[in-house]
């Protein structure tokens, strides 16, 4: 059926509002507009690595999710949901749950790219039919902006400063999502949410409803992390998209698929320059981090091209 | 009726979990206790058993997986030893923190520092605040029951808290033994099924569990889990009872051995417990009064019934199969002496032994009866090291 916008967003809340993500969060852009991607009727069973999604949204006794949830520790949710889907196939063969269910599993970059990382792969290699969403915000942003695997090269975070010698962090990104490609899951999906969320909910829902191990890379800005006015967080994920840094693309049992190509890739300029912890590269003398950075976004372009064909 | 059989720890424990149709089992391999998920997934494989078996990629993912079945509503249980217990610290917190029945087979083994893979109690003794309860068995045919009556334990409204079931790793584990084993009619339904409250795939009442808490509550939710254990004391007994009812084996949180005039009085776990009953019967024919206490429920910590159990000892000697590494003794010692609350009357000592799998002999038993006997004459002690925190079987 194809993207209704209208009906997608009067659909009854999952996520109800009053939780406490700032203002201009990527986070719960993206946790409201995956649930509303499910069909009403089904029921989900969700566990959250801690982050700031899991703090900002259960904190005793207010809740946001309308759905049966779990949050045990930060590198676990792939295993907390494997247990969950595991109890479900026993429950089910044994007619002691009778209705159907689906498993998601949230995590930051910090719980999935690191910390969670094996509990991530080991979940996908058994097979658990689930799926697994992480929201890539490029850091440690619940415990105050310190860097992970997934944070880009130059970026400025508490534990990468720029400084006088070093010009923020030195490695390069760590890609996730082509590791899950690796991992021969039925479908593997990087998106993030453009303004009509159309590209996330479509692949939401083919991660949900394909039988077996799913994946979701979620470009999820944070304004305190990131630095940008909360009212552009759109205009943040639209640059990523537009300049190539996050192309949004999936891979359906082995075959790639580019979902969106932009008309005329923009200079990676366009996403740096609005994000505060990019400034030091827009300095009299550090015109090399650009053109690095800019090498490094052409380079896993190209890769991503060829793939495609 | 029972049946009679020949089983390791090891095999008599998976045969418990299969025999009580677990739903789930997640595990992951670890000396010494392998055995287990290697004989269950046999049984899966030959579908002698219809349990999920999740085969994790570390223990700590182990009780990650038993965290989300059970919570889901599932029966869940693991096995692990040593290290695996160690990276699954964490979880073992938050399992109990969430009051999930989860049930886990405890082979005890050295934890690493230097490598060794035979049995002390450093493994269990390291996990001992993370709110588990702690049945340790003496030999096989222990091992078998403790984990058929620890899931109507763990169950229990009064309790909801996970238990782990231990025995002394290769001792109890690997060495076969003779067993009466339960027909698996009679084990399932002493052990009924899951029916738990709350459960997250229940769509007729949603639940959400593991929030952030406040300072505002933290405390509360802390006490509730206390209260619990101590809840469990007698819930323990209750269910004791009843599988004595059913096989005609009686069990306490404690068994006293010899104790009722005793002058000296051992007090240890596991399986070298059998080792000083014969110690306790040589000095017996002798005319000695010598006694032992076997604590079977490590937490719940029965220091009631210790100190009930301890009426009129001259000196107790306290064995503990871990290096507390306190500066004051072992970790059995400090509970004793805090059940005893200071008011004893009698010497306590404290004796570290049988660390990385150093035998544990009759000698060496009867070497403690001695040194006691030299503690009641007021001979200076022959005991290695400080005056009652002392070494059996160190070679200088």
């Keep these: 059926m194809a993207y209704n916008f209208k009906e997608e967003m009067n659909k009854p809340e999952r996520f109800a509002g009053g939780h406490r993500l700032c203002a201009g969060c990527g986070a719960g852009v993206m946790a409201r507009n995956v649930l509303r991607a499910i069909d009403e009727d089904d029921n989900i069973a969700i566990v959250n690595a801690t982050g700031c999604l899991q703090a900002a949204t259960f904190s005793y006794p207010y809740i946001t999710w309308e759905d049966s949830w779990i949050h045990s520790a930060f590198e676990n949710a792939g295993a907390t949901c494997g247990g969950m889907e595991a109890a479900y196939r026993a429950l089910e063969k044994r007619g002691k749950v009778k209705e159907k269910y689906k498993f998601l599993a949230f995590g930051g970059d910090g719980g999935s790219y690191d910390i969670g990382f094996q509990s991530l792969s080991g979940a996908m290699e058994r097979n658990h039919d689930m799926v697994y969403i992480c929201y890539d915000n490029e850091a440690y942003m619940n415990t105050g902006i310190q860097r992970s695997s997934s944070t880009s090269r130059f970026t400025d975070t508490t534990t990468t400063p720029a400084g006088s ?88 049992n082995g075959k790639y698929k580019l979902t969106y190509e932009p008309k005329k890739k923009l200079p990676i ?30 380079l896993k372009w190209e890769m991503l091209l060829k793939k495609c064909e | 009726m029972g049946i009679k059989d020949r089983l390791s720890g090891n095999e008599a424990t998976a045969m418990a979990m299969k025999s009580m149709n677990m739903d789930v089992m997640a595990a992951f391999p670890i000396t010494p206790s392998t055995e287990i998920p290697e004989q269950f997934s046999q049984y899966v494989a030959n579908g002698l058993t219809d349990t999920v078996f999740v085969p994790v990629e570390s223990e700590h993912s182990a009780m990650s997986a038993c965290i989300g079945s059970q919570a889901a509503g599932a029966r869940s249980c693991t096995a692990t030893s040593s290290n695996g217990l160690a990276l699954m610290h964490e979880m073992l917190h938050i399992a109990s923190a969430m009051r999930l029945p989860i049930t886990m087979a405890c082979i005890t083994r050295a934890i690493t520092g230097p490598i060794n893979i035979h049995n002390d109690h450093s493994d269990a003794m390291s996990s001992r605040d993370c709110g588990w309860i702690q049945i340790h068995a003496e030999d096989v045919q222990e091992a078998y029951d403790n984990y058929i009556m620890s899931v109507r334990i763990a169950e229990h409204k009064k309790v909801l808290l996970p238990v782990m079931i231990c025995q002394d790793g290769f001792i109890t584990s690997h060495a076969v033994e003779n067993v009466e084993l339960l027909e698996e009619e009679d084990i399932r339904s002493f052990v009924g099924f899951y029916e738990p409250d709350y459960y997250l795939l229940n769509p007729e009442l949603k639940v959400a569990m593991g929030p952030y808490d406040p300072p505002t509550y933290l405390m509360e939710h802390k006490r509730q889990q206390a209260e619990a254990m101590i809840d469990s004391l007698d819930v323990i007994k209750e269910i004791y009872d009843e599988f004595g009812k059913l096989t005609g084996r009686y069990y306490d949180l404690i068994e006293t051995y010899k104790i009722e005039d005793a002058e000296r009085i051992i007090i240890l776990l596991g399986s070298s417990a059998g080792t000083a009953k014969i110690v306790v019967d040589e000095l017996r024919s002798k005319g000695e009064k010598v006694g032992i206490i076997k604590i079977r429920s490590y937490r719940p910590f029965p220091g009631k019934l210790i100190r009930e159990a301890l009426k009129s000892p001259k000196v107790v000697a306290v064995l503990d199969k871990a290096e507390g590494l306190s500066s004051i003794g072992g970790p059995v010692y400090s509970d004793v002496c805090a059940a005893l609350n200071g008011n004893a009357g009698f010497k306590i000592v404290n004796y570290i032994y049988g660390i990385g799998g150093r035998d544990v002999r009759t000698d060496d038993i009867h070497e403690v009866f001695a040194d006691l006997q030299d503690d009641i004459d007021g001979k200076e002690s022959k005991a290695k090291t400080a005056a009652n925190y002392r070494y059996l079987a160190l070679r200088e």
Aim: aromatic share 12%; charged share 30%.
């Design chain 1, 165 to 252: 010698v070093v010009p923020g962090k030195p490695q390069n990104k760590k890609n996730l999502t082509e590791i899950m490609v690796a991992h021969s899951i039925p479908y593997v999906g990087q998106t993030t949410f453009l303004a009509n969320m159309k590209d996330l909910n479509e692949k939401t829902k083919k991660a949900v409803y394909t039988e077996g191990p799913a994946f979701l890379n979620v470009l999820a800005p944070c304004t305190r992390g990131w630095r940008y006015d909360m009212a552009d967080l759109l205009d943040i994920t639209k640059a990523a998209v537009e300049t190539c840094f996050w192309p949004l693309f999936e891979v359906e």
């Design chain 1, 269 to 298: 300029e366009e996403y740096l320059r609005p994000q505060g912890r990019f400034k030091h590269m827009f300095k009299k003398g550090n015109e090399w981090m650009i053109e690095e950075f800019q090498k490094e976004v052409d």
